[in-house]
């Protein structure tokens, strides 16, 4: 049986690379089935730049109505110190440091 991923088709439209923040900033496009879930663009990114998967942060997953073609923004970074250094937690992940 094939996992949604392998059905998952991404095309690389811009990769620019950003030695500041020690990061590639991808967009691209993802041709599927179904609306993909954001841990499966993140394991599919990982797997494609050959990083681990807590390297990778999503921005943004667009897509139109009825259509199975998604934009897709996505920064790659070197490590994930870096990535926690410079991405902004969610609301919920400060809440929970706060209380504990």
Known sequence: ??????????????????????RKEIKGKIKTESSPKREEVIEALSKKYSTDVDNVKI?????????????????????????????SKKKKDSILIVYK
């Not at 049986?1 to 020690?22: A, T, V, W």
């Open 1 to 22: 049986m094939q996992s949604k991923q392998d059905k998952m088709d991404i095309k690389i439209l811009n990769e620019n690379e950003n030695p500041l923040f020690n």
């Open 59 to 87: 921005k943004g997953i667009k897509g139109s109505f009825g259509s199975n073609e998604f934009k897709v923004e996505a920064n790659v970074y070197l490590s994930k110190e870096d990535k926690e250094g410079i991405e």
